[in-house]
């Protein structure tokens, strides 16, 4: 997304000579960007190395130090759903290394040796060939990433990190690749990279905050005809308020049809509202099959999308079109309703208001399943406490979110509220960013 989506792949193909190495981009992926952008982007076809069982076991292990050592609440929250008899053997493996006051060594030693193993593969010998200036790896938390970072970095090819999200580096574990110079949204995210990270070296990391590439499109201005013709792609009548529902992955918020359910009854009782309601991409668009039928809905979800594999969403590619079809969603809507997602700052860096749900629907959930625990993840904790959404913990406190957001139309200062999340707030991400891409690679 925020490399070819937000057109900053643009920037970089017509002044480099850009090859892709992805499992979600293919032969006809490629076909599609070329033309798209005007370029002449090339696909490498090599395998990514296969990650052995125990390396992967390493790396729980070693995301489990992390997560204990910096104290990282995300993780302690999400190891309540383990298996018990996991959450034992975690738990007593990182009271043995504390008691011996060894969690740091450990954690280091761990991850430099994660680093070695992942520099040697015969598969990617090929790569050696093209004699690679720089390497950006779009999603580094990702070992298969790592994997290549890490085999050209030991042939002198430097490399470049890009975080893709604002979670990442505290909800995916650790990157396995010592980059040159690494990307962020932000100076959180730049201070929490140097927090975690510094231990790992003598000298400091280079790190960049460049704001959000795929945020660009929010703050670009546009003609009265624009917001006509989005309202009529989304079969919304002329007068109506606009409610937009941004699901969440099923396996986030399994409850999430009931509160669904809530928010189309207050747009029943109040006869001028259209719903919207964008799917989440490893959301099931089937459950919502009945509410499509809705006059006053329109349900979308990505065309492209496989339905036939829940696993193949990893493999898939958005349609080119995926950000300038949200940025109208967002344009166009009123009040945004959204389940602990990044939809919080998209819609604030939108001018939207926000309502937050924070209650399970009709029977409340043990908290290490509920939606309540999302909002206690440490990436939300210091946007929560810019209190720019409206949380509700039950039915009647939405309904009351909702009439107070469809009948105040001020929201300016949503926008000046995020700054230091978006970093920017004027189009100028994909520039700087790029402009930091080339001082790199000089």
């Known amino acids: 997304m925020n490399i070819i989506h937000s057109g900053l792949i643009k920037r970089l193909g017509i002044k480099y000579d850009v090859y892709i190495m992805s ?46 050592h910096f104290n990282i609440i995300t993780q302690t929250i999400k190891y309540q759903n383990e298996e018990k008899w996991k959450g034992l053997l975690i738990r007593k493996l990182l ?42 790896s779009s999603s580094p938390l990702d070992l298969r990433e790592s994997q290549v970072v890490n085999f050209l970095g ?112 207050f747009a029943r009782g109040e006869n001028n509202v259209h719903v919207i309601m964008r799917c989440h991409p490893a959301d099931d668009a089937n459950a919502y099959a009945h509410i499509a039928r809705e006059q006053f809905v329109t349900l979308w979800h990505p065309e492209n999308l496989p339905a036939t594999n829940h696993k193949l969403f990893y493999n898939w590619f958005p349609e080119l079109d995926f950000l300038h079809s949200l940025a109208q969603m967002l344009r166009i809507c009123d009040v945004c309703v959204q389940f602990a997602s990044t939809m919080k700052l998209d819609a604030a860096a939108c001018k939207k208001p926000v309502i937050s749900i924070a209650y399970d629907g009709k029977i409340p959930l043990p908290y290490h399943q509920s939606v309540q625990r999302l909002y206690d993840y440490a990436h939300q904790v210091p946007l929560n406490a810019l209190q720019i959404d409206k949380v509700v913990t039950n039915r009647q406190q939405l309904y009351n979110a909702l009439k107070t957001c469809l009948q105040d139309t001020d929201h300016q200062e949503k926008l000046a509220a995020i700054a230091p999340f978006t970093h920017f707030t004027e189009s100028e991400s994909v520039d700087f960013t790029a402009k930091i891409i080339a001082e790199w690679l000089d």
């Not at 982007?41 to 489990?64: G, M, N």
């Not at 994660?114 to 004699?131: D, E, G, Q, V």
């Not at 790992?200 to 201005?221: E, M, N, S, W």
């Not at 009548?237 to 986030?252: E, P, V, Y």
């Open 154 to 265: 030991r042939h002198h090819v430097k490399s470049l990190a890009m975080i893709i999200s604002w979670d990442n580096l505290t909800s995916k574990g650790l990157i396995n690749a010592d980059h040159n110079c690494t990307l962020v949204w932000n100076d959180f995210m730049k201070n929490e990279f140097l927090h975690f990270y510094s231990i790992f070296k003598l000298k400091p990391p280079k790190v960049v905050a460049t704001g959000i590439p795929r945020f660009d499109c929010y703050f670009q201005h546009r003609s009265e005809a624009y917001y006509e013709r989005a309202r009529r792609l989304f079969n919304v009548k002329s007068g109506k308020f606009i409610i937009l529902i941004a699901t969440s992955a099923n396996r986030h918020f399994p409850n999430q049809l009931e509160i669904i359910e809530d928010v189309l009854q």
């Open 95 to 136: 009271w043995i290394l504390s008691l011996l006051h060894i969690t740091k060594t450990a954690l280091c030693t761990l991850r430099r040796v994660i680093i070695t193993l992942s520099s040697f593969s015969i598969r990617l010998k090929p790569l050696l060939a093209y004699h690679f200036k720089g390497v950006i």
């Open 23 to 68: 499992t979600m981009t293919r032969t006809a992926e490629l076909a599609e960007i070329n033309k798209h952008f005007n370029l002449h982007l090339k696909l490498i076809q090599v395998d990514f190395p296969r990650e052995s069982a125990w390396l992967c076991y390493l790396r729980k292990i070693e995301k489990a130090l992390f997560a204990y």
